[in-house]
């Protein structure tokens, strides 16, 4: 179990709705990260934190914001969801950059309708 | 980003046999790491492995750096097995890990 909590884990919302993900870690890990799961895809970036206030943009950014206003919450946000958004999310951590091991958290299920 | 070829894309094993999954990746890479997705989502680290080779019970993994590919062996199958392979790469210029598209392993009984 590496610490991290995902809420919620599973949620419908309509198209246009504001959605925001939350991911909670007991790590104390500097570095957190929010990736996209889809069929054919495999896993995704869509945005990272590198500290608190601290964040950057994946591969998938457009749609998305992210805010990290403590150690321990990273917040992933669809200002205004879109049926292309439904997909599985997951959130991860490590303790150093793309040189450390990463965790991932249990990923929240979204459906946009 | 570095690109990462996963193969075969799908696998089809009777339990108790033994299967090789392979990892190519395009360009030098500080981080290697395999994970085993579960019939449930779940993600699960199995090595942390940029270069060497590592076990650790029925799987091990190999990473040959130099020449850009990285193999996990998977002995002795069971049926908890099954799942989704992935591999996934970083680098030191970057700050996440790219991943491949997986292999999708089914163990029968």
């Known amino acids: 179990d590496a610490g991290i909590t995902q809420s919620p884990r599973h949620k419908v919302t309509e198209t246009g709705t504001p959605v925001t993900l939350r991911c909670h870690q007991t790590?104390?890990?500097?570095?957190m990260y929010w990736y996209r799961q889809d069929p054919g895809h495999g896993l995704r970036l869509i945005h990272y934190?590198?500290?608190?206030?601290?964040?950057d943009k994946g591969e998938v950014s457009d749609g998305y914001s992210v805010s990290r206003s403590k150690t321990e919450d990273f917040l992933l946000t669809l200002e205004s969801a879109t049926s292309s958004q439904t997909s599985v999310y997951f959130c991860?951590?490590?303790?150093?950059?793309?040189?450390?091991?990463?965790?991932f958290g249990e990923g929240s299920w979204l459906t946009v309708v | 980003g570095i690109q990462v070829e996963q193969s075969p894309p799908d696998l089809i094993l009777q339990e108790g046999a033994n299967s090789t999954l392979r990892c190519n990746f395009s360009?030098?890479?500080?981080?290697l790491q395999w994970f085993h997705q579960n019939p449930w989502g779940q993600l699960i680290n199995l090595f942390y492995?940029?270069?060497g080779t590592k076990q650790n019970g029925r799987l091990s993994a190999t990473t040959v750096a130099t020449e850009r590919y990285s193999l996990l062996y998977i002995s002795s199958s069971q049926t908890t097995d099954s799942g989704v392979y992935f591999c996934?790469?970083?680098?030191?210029?970057?700050?996440?890990?790219?991943f491949g598209k997986g292999t999708s392993l089914l163990v029968t009984p």
């Open positions: 996934a790469v970083g680098s030191s210029s970057g700050y996440a890990l790219n």
């Open positions: 492995i940029p270069s």
């Open positions: 790590e104390n890990h500097r570095y």
């Open positions: 991860a951590i490590s303790l150093g950059s793309s040189g450390n091991t990463i965790y």
């Open positions: 934190s590198y500290g608190v206030k601290d964040t």
């Open positions: 360009d030098s890479v500080n981080n």
